[in-house]
């Protein structure tokens, strides 16, 4: 099966054409028609409202059974078929075993993560730039902070648990298998270099949710999402550690709309470094703990 599978040039340039069709034609198309039942207009109201960027209640529910579907269609069932049947190798050889310790740490580094990583949102959001592009990429960014923020204040529990698995689980699942299991892979195969593949490949993961003023935070995650990955060779720790990254913030925004808690997580505001120093230094021991872990696991084998 290796032999015939399909090169690693050619399997990038599947991947870019495959998550175009997926995730920008095949799957909002489907979503668009799944989700017109519950918008009270007809088809070209529903358009005009989605391609208008809308904030009334009315197409909360719409537009997340669109992007849920974009999300599943295009980077999951889509993705996976490709890769299965067109790139020759199995997807099940991407998933592994790793103890419990280890998603442990994953989670735990990530959950650390947060806070410096705090003090990099905050720098990159206020980067000050000029220019026409620049100009335009703001207003771009504004807009679309606005309509997030439209998008995670639930009016209930059942609507935060439909957030919740269109925005913290399906993407998991999705951009793991994505750029860690599919792209990561073929990056360094060409390259011969795995940082090469895991950082070239965190750009482009970056890159894919258009956040020019929020370009390096993601890029990181991208980039410590690669890392377990490589060291673990279990698909399943990026994509848990990916899950409790997206299901904290998206839980803390809604127990601080519901004045649960006073932290806001849709803040751009650096945490004090009095807290990021040392769970920053916390984050570096997990790391290292996570990556003995996984070598002393090759040892054993």
């Known amino acids: 099966n290796e032999e015939r599978a399909l090169s690693p040039y050619l399997s990038v ?16 198309i489907i979503g668009f028609f799944l989700a017109l039942p519950f918008y009270p207009g007809n088809f070209m109201d529903l358009a005009e409202a989605i391609t208008s960027g809308q904030t009334s209640n009315d197409i909360k529910i719409p537009f997340l059974m669109l992007q849920g579907c974009a999300t599943a269609i295009g980077l999951i069932v889509v993705p996976m078929a490709a890769y299965q049947f067109i790139v020759k190798r199995k997807t099940s050889k991407l998933f592994g075993s790793s103890p419990i310790l280890l998603y442990g740490v994953a989670v735990a ?22 220019g026409p592009f620049w100009d335009w990429a703001r207003e ?29 689980l399906l993407p998991a699942i999705g951009e793991e298998f994505t750029f860690r299991g599919w792209l990561q892979p073929a990056i360094q195969k060409i390259s011969g270099d795995p940082h090469v593949a895991i950082w070239l490949s965190a750009m482009i993961f970056s890159a894919f949710h258009f956040q020019f003023f929020g370009f390096v935070p993601p890029m990181l995650l991208g980039a410590l999402f690669g890392y377990f990955m490589y060291w673990s060779n279990n698909l399943w720790v990026p994509i848990v550690a990916h899950f409790v990254n997206n299901g904290f913030s998206l839980l803390m925004i809604y127990l601080h709309q519901v004045n649960v ?15 990021v120093l040392p769970v920053a230094a916390v984050f570096f021991f997990l790391l290292f703990y996570f990556k003995k872990l996984t070598d002393t696991r090759e040892e054993t084998t």
């Open 140 to 168: 771009r960014e504004d807009a679309a902070e606005k309509f997030t923020k439209f998008l995670t204040h639930f009016e209930s529990g059942g609507e935060f648990l439909i957030g919740f698995i269109i925005i913290a």
């Open 261 to 275: 808690v006073e932290f806001d997580a849709e803040s751009t505001e650096a945490l004090p470094l009095q807290f």
């Open 13 to 28: 340039l599947l991947f870019i054409v495959t998550i175009f069709l997926g995730f920008v034609v095949i799957g909002p």
């Open 109 to 130: 580094a990530v959950i650390a993560f947060m806070f410096p990583n705090s003090l990099i949102i905050e720098w990159n959001a206020n980067l000050n730039s000029s």
